[in-house]
């Protein structure tokens, strides 16, 4: 039973099942027997067309070959019985070995080592520290977190990581919006105008003496980097309540900071991935400009993808990763051959930055935007559907296909939800395993 449990059933059964194609007189090259599970219960658990795919060689008929194969097979701890059908072998999971792997399942049964202890990083649910965590932000937090657990499970070091972008050009309208608030006016174009950020102004009064003192391009960034941190504890508080943690949460002003964004332009310009054109810097293959991208804008400013350059050093080849997961939403898919480029060009292999896309997340009731103030916020969701039933509709669909939450639905108890089934079926499962306690 041990040997099983750490090997698999279906590997017993095909080694049985090679030994007695070897005891029927097969010397040389064993054909693609085609061990698999069975199409139809009525053939058992799994099923192979050993006798069709040995006839040929041993020129016999293929239910003869089949019959003396399922009279010879002997699968290890009786795991399974082999039946002939036609010049098919069906095997079928017997009845004593099933119920000892059930007592045998603790935490952990079914995972492996994969893996090997192989150090990766998996990066999601990155959206900028601006406001609340939505509906539409939870998709790929919990699509991130299922990944890093997979990874886990299968014996991969897997490092969680939030990466915080802290000085970009929505961060700075962020802080231009707190400041506004501060104030008592409106928040410029484009800023946040939610009732979130008259409250983090009034704790900046509190928190940050004199601030109201200071000029606008003085306090902007000490206010930004307030909101940001008290937004990072909220959306850390928010994700805790799905059952989702992060080992780290990398705030993008440490790159520049440890100077990593400026020693990969300056590696890039050395190789001619960097050139100069109208007064900005510019990243593309050497000797071709159509799919140049700007890398520091001409006044200077730096883009994310400087940032984005610092950051694949970061990881890589400061802190040694042997491959980086990114879980993006779709509307990020246009920079993924960019990403590749450059972890090309600074010379890591561009496979082992691995860019998993997910679709959007529409609100039935409409369109959710931070910047407006209008959205129903992820703890708003837990508070009315709870984490589990989030969780699980969220990983209902294939991330490649677009999610229209209808949160109605989500909180009807019957059976047009489809988290119904799931909690119908954990309850299922508590009876059951409360009846066999007090049978056994």
């Known amino acids: 039973m041990t040997a099983i449990m750490s090997g698999g059933v279906r590997e017993a059964i095909h080694d049985a099942l090679v030994k007695a194609v070897r005891e029927i007189g097969v010397d040389g090259e064993i054909p693609d027997l085609e061990l698999g599970r069975a199409k139809v219960p009525e053939h058992g658990d799994y099923a192979s067309s050993a006798g069709l795919k040995l006839a040929r060689g041993l020129r016999q008929d293929p239910k003869a070959i089949a019959s003396r194969l399922a009279a010879t097979i002997r699968v290890a701890d009786d795991a399974a019985r082999a039946e002939a059908a036609g010049g098919y072998v069906n095997f079928r999971l017997t009845d004593d070995w099933l119920r000892q792997l059930v007592s045998r399942i603790t935490p952990g049964y079914g995972g492996g080592d994969l893996g090997r202890g192989e150090r990766l990083q998996v990066e999601f649910g990155s959206i900028n520290p601006t406001g609340p965590l939505h509906i539409g932000h939870g998709r790929g937090v ?4 299922s990944i890093c657990r997979l990874l886990a499970f299968t014996g991969h070091s897997v490092q969680r990581e939030y990466y915080v972008n802290s000085d970009n050009t929505q961060t700075r309208r962020f802080g231009e919006s707190v400041y506004a608030r501060l104030h008592g006016k409106e928040p410029p174009e484009g800023g946040y105008t939610g009732d979130y950020v008259t409250e983090l102004a009034g704790m900046a009064r509190h928190d940050l003496p004199g601030i109201e003192s200071l000029t606008q391009e003085e306090a902007e960034p000490k206010l930004r980097m307030y909101a940001i941190h008290k937004m990072v504890e909220r959306i850390g508080a928010s994700v805790a309540r799905l059952n989702v943690r992060y080992d780290e949460w990398y705030y993008e002003n440490g790159l520049w900071e440890a100077g990593l964004p400026q020693r990969a332009i300056e590696t890039l310009r050395e190789s001619g991935h960097i050139k100069e054109r109208d007064g900005a810097l510019w990243f593309g293959e050497p000797n071709d400009e159509e799919e140049d991208r700007v890398v520091i804008r001409a006044n200077g400013q730096p883009t994310y993808f400087a940032s984005d350059l610092g950051y694949l050093l970061s990881r890589f080849e400061q802190r040694g990763f042997n491959r980086v997961i990114e879980v993006w939403a779709s509307d ?63 990983l209902l669909r294939s991330p490649d296909t677009t999610i229209e939450f209808d949160l109605e639905l989500a909180v009807t108890q019957g059976n047009e939800n489809p988290v119904y089934y799931a909690q119908y079926a954990h309850a299922r499962l508590v009876n059951v395993e409360a009846a066999a306690s007090e049978r056994h």
């Open 142 to 145: 919990t699509l991130g977190d």
């Open 332 to 394: 990020h898919h246009g920079y993924v051959p960019r990403m590749k480029s450059a972890a090309a060009a600074l010379g890591f292999d561009p496979q082992k930055l691995v860019i998993i896309l997910h679709q959007m997340v529409n609100l039935k009731e409409g369109k959710m935007s931070k910047r407006a103030g209008r959205f129903v916020t992820l703890d708003e969701l837990v508070d009315r559907v709870g984490s589990d039933a989030v969780r699980y509709f969220y």
